[in-house]
Every structure is written in structure tokens, then in C-alpha cells.
């Protein structure tokens, strides 16, 4: 049986390898801080570990290559740590199992972490690498990307000294990466009155479920239905028609996930009982047309529950129906730069019962800083005006592509010259690195790349051996042609 150790190009793969050995979810990265300090030392270069634990490694140019820009070759160090229900796996001591299964690489019920070890693997082995050509290089591995950028966010200006940043954390090969939307969240608050349920009422629970759901940036624009707005719909609908009072709501699970459930507990006026089934039977069938093809799984339970205790005011009940009717969702606007590319969107995550408070929460994405500041705006301007209280929170940047960037040019030409294919230049609607790292580096000309990753975050996580040769050759390609110093000025 052949390892990952013994396939090609060899030192991306053993670098790779010695990653998987090592335990780095995210938030409890000491151990790949140290191995990857220890690794830059032992090589002799200059290695500093930062205040928050990126790692960065500097290596001198190749001789004759002294003049030209300073490349950052950057990835992040931690994994998400998934795992199938039947896997015993310690995700903070045990190492990464993997296997070669029909050219690809994959973990055994595990996420594999090749999001972003294969980036990692990559820069370490242009570090230790004595036969290729190269200027100045700087690797930035950056902690904590995946739950919260926070290497990013508290890397400090001035520690790096490179021109341009090769951000080795996108997922399909021969893609490279200009943009990415920056991301804020937006918290709305009611705080209900509670009163008791009247008599000659029935209950029920409303139960959306089977939507398929997905990232909210980069499945935003697939037209999926959001469990929330479903639910809210039939809700308000029902007030209106049947005196439907809610009790409590439990809408969505992840903030930056199409929620694919949502639940409440209702009452309703006994003698309108049978009225009521019907119109949820009538409900479920004309959402199910309007979602044909898109949401096949799609069902709206209604079924008997046990009385609850109390139920919210009629007041806050309205203004919560009215605001969550209202509430932008979706896709606000496409790119007009970048087709069949999202620009503007927010997504309506969840909607829960807090110490009998009811909170809820989106995460609005944009290309254009300022159309996503404007979109949470009239996000809080909505709640407020239905009686919640409203705040944004976690505002990170976006990274407006540039089509003009010099880095592009050169790697379009290099990958032209070398595979004899374009290139696809494209942004994506979902944040990367480069988007906080630029906001504090305002000259770095900047880049994303990758090999193919299939199912990241997932324990189907894949990356794909072909894909990575390639991507190996496109690095060392790219560094051959980094433009002079005085050529970008
Ligand atoms: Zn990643």
C-alpha cells in the first residue's frame, strides 16, 4: 500500500504528511505553532512567532533573483474539526488518518485539513527547497481562520516586509482568486410580555424542515428556501386569518448557514381547528411549488403539541411577524464586474427564544464595503421599526478586486505558458484572509489560489492528487517570474 509520503511532487507531500501528524483545531494551535517554529529554525531562517501565534518564516532570494518584489506566501494553520457520529477520533491529540482512494486523498471519518495544510505544505517546502529560483520570500501562517480570521485580525502592520501575498487557500485549481465580500452580522432583539393562554385553545407545533440549506455566501445565490421566512410567512398568515398566537420559535442553527429547520409552538382558537389544518396542508403545497426543483425535500409538519404555558403579546408577535416578512434576504445584487458572481446579500440565520427574549440574527455579505454597511443599516432601520432592538457586530472587510493587479497578470501569463489554458479569474462571495490582511497592508498586491478541495469542513473532505502537482508547478512557475522591484513601483 502507498503512503502520501511516497506521491508527487514528493515534498509537498511529506510536508503535507508531517501536518496531518500533528493536531491543530482551530483555537488550540500551540503544537503547530511550535512544530512549524521548530521548522523554521532548524533551517536556519529567521522565524518569529507573533503575539497571537502566526508564524512567520523569512528566507532569503535565490542567487540573482535579489531584485525582485517580496512574495508573502501565506496560508492558515488550523483544521476544522469534523468527524462522522461513528468515528472515535481526539481531535486535539490524535493524528489525521489518510488514505489515496481513486487519485484523491482523503481522511478515514475525519476532516482531512488539507483546507489549508496543502497551502502550508506548499510554502514550507519552497522554504526548505535548495533548487528553485526565488526573491525575497516571507511565510505567514496565520491561527484561527477558520472560526474567526483572529491571525489575521491581530496580525500587526509593518511585521512583514513583501510586495505581494500569495494566499494559498482557495479550492479549485486554475482558479485565482481577486475579491472576496466582507461580512457583518446583525442581532435584533424583542423582549415579549408573556400572557396566559386564553381558554378553548389548541396547540400545535409548526415544523419546517428537509431544505437543503448551504454556506450562506457561496450557495446564497442557488434560491434555496430559508426555513425562517417559510415558517414566518405561515405564521403571519394564520394570525391574520385564524388568530394563530405563538408561544415560542427556534429558526436556523449556524450564523453563517441557509437555515434548513425551523420550528414554533402556536395556538389557535379550537373551533377554527379543522380551518387551520387545512390552510397548513394548502401552506405546504403552494411553497413546494413555489421551491419545485430547488427544495424536493421540502415538508411543513403541523401536528398536535402540548399546551404551553403562556404565549408572547399580540404586539411584539406582530411586530416580529412584520420585521421577518420584511427582512432583506438573498441575493440583494450580483456582480456587475464578475458574472454569475454574488455581490450583495444577507441571509436571515436564526431566529431563537434567549431568556425569553426572541433573537435574531444575519449575516450580511458584500464585494462593496459600503453596499453591506448600507444593507445592515436598513436591516436595523427594519427591526427598530418593528419594536426590536438592533446592532451590527463582527464587521470584517471585503478585498475589492483590482483587474489591474500586476500579481494577476503574471500568474495569467505564467499558467497560460505552462498548461497552455487560461487561468479563470474569479471572486468569491464569502471571506477570505485577504480581505482583513489587506485592510492592513493597503499596498500588497494580492492573490488566492489552491488545489482542488472537495467537501472542506466536512469528514467527505478531499483534495485531489493531480490537481496538486499542478498547483506545485504553478507556485514554482509564478516565483520564477516575480516582476522587479522597480517595475511595480
Ligand atoms: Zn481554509
Known amino acids: 500500500m502507498s503512503t502520501i509520503k511516497d506521491l508527487e511532487p514528493n515534498g509537498v507531500w511529506k510536508n503535507f504528511y508531517s501536518l496531518t501528524q500533528i493536531p491543530r483545531p482551530s483555537k488550540k494551535e500551540a503544537k503547530v505553532i511550535a512544530f512549524m517554529k521548530k521548522f523554521g529554525e532548524d533551517l536556519g531562517l529567521e522565524t518569529i512567532v507573533d503575539d497571537c501565534g502566526n508564524v512567520i518564516i523569512r528566507k532569503p532570494a535565490t542567487p540573482g533573483m535579489e531584485n525582485r518584489k517580496g512574495v508573502i506566501l501565506q ?23 489518510t488514505h489515496i482512494e481513486d487519485g484523491w486523498v482523503k481522511a478515514n471519518g475525519t476532516t482531512l485539513g488539507a483546507d489549508d495544510g496543502m497551502g502550508a505544505a506548499a510554502a514550507m517546502t519552497v522554504l526548505e527547497s535548495k533548487d528553485l529560483a526565488h526573491g525575497p520570500i516571507e511565510a505567514l501562517f496565520t491561527i484561527d481562520e477558520e472560526t474567526g480570521m483572529t491571525g489575521a485580525n491581530l496580525l500587526k502592520p509593518g511585521i512583514l516586509q513583501g510586495d505581494i501575498l500569495m494566499n494559498m487557500d482557495s479550492e479549485t485549481e486554475g482558479e485565482l482568486y481577486v475579491g472576496c465580500a466582507g461580512g457583518v452580522d446583525t442581532i435584533g432583539t424583542w423582549t415579549p410580555t408573556y400572557e396566559d393562554v386564553p381558554t378553548g385553545m389548541k396547540a400545535f407545533r409548526l415544523f419546517v424542515k428537509g431544505l437543503k440549506g448551504g454556506h450562506s455566501g457561496m450557495d446564497i445565490n442557488l434560491g434555496r428556501a430559508n426555513a425562517n421566512k417559510v415558517l414566518n410567512t405561515m405564521m403571519l398568515m394564520a394570525a391574520e386569518k385564524y388568530g394563530l398566537r405563538m408561544a415560542c420559535i ?27 389544518k387545512a390552510y397548513a396542508a394548502e401552506y405546504e403545497s403552494i411553497v413546494k411549488s413555489e421551491f419545485e ?197
Open 75 to 97: 496560508a492558515h494553520l488550523d483544521m476544522v474539526p469534523q468527524k462522522n457520529a461513528d468515528k472515535v477520533h481526539d481531535f486535539e491529540n490524535d493524528p489525521i488518518e
Open 250 to 276: 427556534d429558526g436556523g442553527s449556524l450564523r453563517n448557514a441557509i437555515p434548513r429547520e425551523a420550528e414554533a409552538i402556536v395556538v389557535v382558537p379550537a373551533d377554527k381547528e379543522e380551518q387551520f
Open 293 to 489: 426543483g430547488i427544495e424536493p425535500e421540502l415538508a411543513i409538519l403541523c401536528e398536535p403539541a402540548d399546551m404551553p404555558k403562556q404565549i408572547i403579546d399580540v404586539k411584539t408577535q406582530d411586530n416580529m411577524f412584520c420585521a421577518i416578512a420584511r427582512y432583506p434576504n438573498g441575493v440583494i445584487a450580483m456582480s456587475p464586474d464578475f458574472e454569475g458572481t454574488t455581490e450583495t446579500s444577507s441571509n436571515l440565520a436564526t431566529i431563537k427564544m434567549e431568556d425569553g427574549k426572541i433573537v435574531c440574527a444575519a449575516l450580511t455579505r458584500s464585494l462593496v464595503d459600503a453596499s453591506k454597511d448600507k444593507l445592515a443599516e436598513q436591516i436595523r432601520k427594519n427591526l427598530t421599526d418593528n419594536g426590536a432592538e438592533a446592532y451590527s457586530t463582527g464587521d470584517y472587510p471585503g478585498w475589492k478586486p483590482n483587474i489591474d493587479s500586476p500579481i494577476l497578470h503574471t500568474m495569467k501569463e505564467t499558467y497560460k505558458d505552462k498548461f497552455g489554458t487560461d487561468a479563470k479569474v474569479m471572486v468569491v462571495h464569502a471571506g477570505l484572509e485577504c480581505g482583513i490582511l489587506g485592510s492592513k497592508y493597503p499596498n500588497w498586491d494580492m492573490v488566492s489560489f489552491g488545489p482542488t478541495l472537495v467537501h472542506p469542513h466536512s469528514p467527505d473532505e478531499a483534495v485531489n492528487i493531480e490537481s496538486v502537482g499542478k498547483f506545485w508547478d504553478f507556485v514554482v512557475e509564478t516565483l520564477k517570474n516575480i516582476p522587479l522591484k522597480e517595475e511595480i513601483a
